[in-house]
Nanobody, 124 residues
Framework: QVQLVESGGGLVQAGGSLRLSCAAS????????MGWFRQAPGKEREFVAA????????YYADSVKGRFTISRDNAKNTVSLQMNSLKPDDTAVYYC?????????????????WGQGTQVTVSS
């Protein structure tokens, strides 16, 4: 079992920045693909960004490409999401996810573990 806890959410004005962090605990001996998803009020949960289990390759939704950066620190069992140039449309609950093996990082069902989420609110 793996437990994931997100932190770093909050309220920020449009154009501002936030850095989210996801801390993993439990069975962290295996390398896992990590992803970030978000769900806005009245909307379905959508893919934001992901990082591969071994190579460190990163993947981004078109809506955040060039603004968000995902990174991981395997020694600390953490993954981060740096969010710059935030827009009101970025307002959502952000979830961290982990998968033993992920072939398509956009597909939510390929992830085995999920955090409880952290709220990000961007005001206009």
């Amino acid at each position: 079992q793996v437990q994931l806890v997100e932190s770093g959410g909050g309220l920020v004005q449009a154009g501002g920045s936030l850095r989210l962090s996801c801390a993993a605990s439990g069975r962290t001996n295996r390398r896992r693909a990590m992803g970030w998803f978000r769900q806005a009020p009245g909307k379905e949960r959508e893919f934001v960004a992901a990082i591969s289990r071994s190579s460190g390759s990163t993947y981004y939704a078109d809506s955040v490409k060039g603004r968000f950066t995902i990174s991981r620190d395997n020694a600390k069992n953490t993954v981060s999401l740096q969010m710059n140039s935030l827009k009101p449309d970025d307002t959502a609950v952000y979830y961290c996810a982990a998968g033993g093996y992920v072939s398509d990082y956009v597909r939510q069902y390929e992830y085995d573990y999920w955090g409880q989420g952290t709220q990000v609110t961007v005001s206009s």
